[in-house]
């Protein structure tokens, strides 16, 4: 059974924006951060997005076909809701975390579902790798997620 090229098109352009997305996120969060070593890993993803939508551009060209330039508005949204939660919470950088951990859960869903579909080897090598990557990444920021609980302004809360 052939794969058919405009399906395979489809998936890396899905992915594509998946990338866009999580590199806008990354850059956003970034600017909001309080920690300096949160700051610089979040700018570490930023640049693995760029990279890596731009390897997927790359295949999609290869392939005849014209790669995606943006995120989706899906990605705008949750951005934007970031952006309102970041600005009404005592510790930012929980919040900023969470929706970090949420999106990078969404982008490594998003992976799978890519890697379930029947793609030509040189695509799946690149998305494989990728792959791996990102779930590194995701379980970087639940490790910083475990280690930034959220603060509450009543330390003694639920004791009496």
Do not use: C, W
């Not at 014209?66 to 919040?95: C, N, Y």
């Amino acid at each position: 059974m052939s794969t058919d090229i405009g399906e395979v098109r489809s998936t890396l352009n899905d992915l594509i924006e998946t990338l866009k997305d999580s590199q806008q996120g990354f850059h956003a969060a970034a600017e909001k951060l309080k920690d300096p070593q949160i700051h610089s890993i979040f700018l570490k993803f930023y640049l693995q997005r760029s990279e890596f939508a731009g390897e997927l551009q790359a295949e999609v060209t290869r392939q005849g076909g014209e790669p995606a330039e943006s995120g989706t508005a899906a990605g705008a949204i949750h951005r934007g809701r970031m952006g309102l939660m970041t600005a009404h919470a005592a510790d930012s950088d929980h919040e900023i975390l969470v929706e970090a951990e949420r999106g990078e859960e969404a982008a490594v869903k998003n992976y799978i579902a890519a890697l379930r579909r029947r793609l030509p080897a040189d695509a799946e090598s690149i998305v494989s790798r990728q792959f791996r990557e990102i779930q590194e990444a995701h379980r970087t920021v639940k490790e910083l997620l475990d280690k930034h609980p959220e603060k509450t302004d009543l330390p003694m809360a639920g004791l009496r």
